[in-house]
């Protein structure tokens, strides 16, 4: 889910807090199926930015989602948060994450979130050193194993296609930013 629709209050809310002294970091957790024009008003309010990116194929992305564009939507959105934070990756005294973009991406059977697309997309447009939290949490649920509709979905990832992935991260991107661990 992406909070989008809630942006105009979160900027109000956020500068009254703001004026009584908080201090936090700001962090924007997002599907990434964001309006550029939306997220163009968080410039300077957000300091964390964590999007999803789910899908590299726009076919699979309706089928699995609903969504046509979701492809294109979504990095146009991932690519507005690069351009506000860049490489930017600060700590702090604790080691807390205070300023950078975390981009995730979710593993699914038979390679259906197209990661290799999309880590080429990342490397290739943004920066080959943005931080990436590969996940191995998906699980079928709810739809996905009461109807027939998802096929393809109704199965856990197996121990090969998290290797391909994790090795498709070690290939395109570089530095020491990334989450991976299997799960199994």
């Given amino acids: 889910m992406s909070p989008s629709h ?74 507005e948060m690069f351009g506000q934070v860049g490489d930017d990756w600060w700590l702090g005294p604790g080691g807390a994450l205070q300023r950078g973009i975390l981009i995730r991406m979710l593993v699914l059977p038979d390679n259906l979130a197209g990661i290799e697309a999309n880590l080429e997309w990342i490397a290739r447009e943004l920066s080959p050193t943005l931080a990436i939290s590969l996940l191995a949490q998906y699980r079928p649920a709810h739809r996905v194993l009461s109807t027939a509709d998802f096929p393809e979905l109704q199965r856990r990832i197996n121990a090969d296609e998290w290797r391909a992935a994790a090795d498709a991260v070690r290939r395109h991107m570089t530095g020491d930013r990334h989450h991976l661990q299997w799960g199994g």
Avoid: H
């Fill in 6 to 79: 809630q942006v105009p209050q979160l900027v109000r809310a956020l500068a009254v807090a703001a004026d009584r002294g908080l201090t936090i970091p700001i962090v924007y957790n997002t599907n990434a199926y964001d309006a550029v024009a939306t997220l163009e008003l968080l410039d300077g309010i957000v300091d964390v930015w964590m999007p999803d990116l789910k899908f590299a194929d726009p076919d699979t992305g309706c089928r699995l989602s609903g969504i046509p564009d979701y492809p294109d939507r979504a990095r146009a959105a991932v690519a």
